[in-house]
């Protein structure tokens, strides 16, 4: 038995997952429900799963404590303290992050793996290259789009589809929180 695989991502309306130094995490539109909303996602056990450039990222932000505030909102601080795999040719471990490994080699095949041989389900927040690669392969069960009230035209950074396959969406669940941010799950298959 497989288990289940999401990829969980933020995004503006223009789908680019983050924008320029003009912007604060969350686009500045984080309210309470969406952060208990997040809290709660990251409530039940779950393995995390990392490309390298996401691990870097959130280890670097999260080292200190003294990145933004957004950083230090306990659904961040729970999330950092799941089990994680860190997929990647370049890290070794140990790794800044507890109770993380590494796994060398294609993240198709890694991820297929885990799907196969682990008993909680596995999610994903960020790592778009190797999540656009894994949704090709029909590795994400679950595609969770949580769109901020903002267009980044300008400004935007890490466009979260560029380059991916076409894919066709079933919408599972919706809901509006702090009423102008929405969440989507997804069911994707390829087009």
């Not at 991502?9 to 969350?26: E, I, K, Q, R």
């Not at 799963?49 to 080292?63: D, P, Q």
């Not at 008993?119 to 590795?139: K, T």
């Not at 980044?152 to 076409?166: H, I, K, Y």
């Amino acid at each position: 038995m497989t288990t289940t695989y999401t990829f969980d991502v933020f995004c503006s309306l223009d789908g680019y997952g983050a924008a320029g130094p003009d912007w604060t995490g969350y686009w500045g539109k984080q309210g309470p429900e969406l952060l208990d909303r997040r809290l709660a996602e990251y409530g039940g056990a779950q393995r995390m799963v990392f490309g390298a450039r996401t691990y870097r990222a959130f280890a670097r932000m999260l080292a200190d404590g003294s990145g933004e505030p957004e950083v230090l909102d306990p659904w961040v601080t729970r999330m950092r303290h799941l089990p994680a795999t860190v997929v990647s040719t370049t890290l070794e471990a140990p790794l800044d992050w507890p109770d993380a490994t590494v796994e060398a080699g294609d993240a198709v095949d890694v991820v297929a793996r885990l799907k196969e041989e682990s008993d909680v389900p596995l999610r994903s927040h960020g790592s778009l290259s190797m999540n656009r690669a894994l949704m090709a392969a029909g590795l994400v069960d679950r595609l969770q789009v949580t769109i901020f009230p903002v267009i980044t035209g300008r400004t935007g950074l890490d466009p979260v589809f560029r380059g991916a396959a076409d894919f066709d969406l079933e919408l599972t669940e919706s809901r509006v929180l702090d009423h102008h941010i929405q969440e989507l799950v997804y069911r994707p298959t390829l087009h």
